[in-house]
């Protein structure tokens, strides 16, 4: 049994997360609010290279192909979309669920509205707060506790299940521990996270 302990860092935000010491490590990383005096996590993620994961999510976010919620509703743990971002509309598209008039529409109206959706896309961004853990685990390793991480908040239920991103979790039970694999318990050293446990088996 491998014993790992995560360490929460400071703070950061998206106008200074390169500022991490060790942003060009390894590791877990969380997107979370403050809530009840604690943080409440919206986004579980793993990464061979904090800085380079951090710029393709600014990248998407940026291009409006992520998802955005509004602020103001956000900060109290309920997501209300101003923007539901064009992957789920390639998404339909590819599915036939909207035929191409519809998708050329809904992207051409938010190009007619980008100044509205630059600025509820600051709003929304300026709510979260980041937090790195480097972890120099194999990529395997590190699939495995993200999706300890990302299911024991689903498990735990109440608001984290339904804040949580992405809400379905069909995706992570092929990434849980193998009967061959060494058992991985986590550790969260002074706990500041809402809806998470302490330890966590993954």
Known sequence: MKQIEIIPSEPYSWANFKDFPSI?????YFWSITYDKQ???F????TKNFKRRMNQHLESYTSGFYQVFDSRNFLRGIRKHVWIGKWRYNLALRNKDIDEETFNKALEEYELKKEFHEQERINFLDTMKLYFFPIPESERNLKRIETALALN?????????N?????TVGSYFREL?????EPLVLTIKDN??????SKISA
């Open 24 to 28: 060009d490590n390894s590791g877990i």
């Open 39 to 41: 943080q409440l996590i």
């Open 43 to 46: 986004y579980v993620g793993m």
């Open 153 to 161: 908040i689903c498990y735990k239920g109440g608001v984290g299940i």
């Open 163 to 167: 804040f949580q991103e992405p809400m």
């Open 177 to 181: 521990k193998r009967d061959f694999e």
């Open 192 to 197: 500041i996270f809402f809806n998470l446990d």
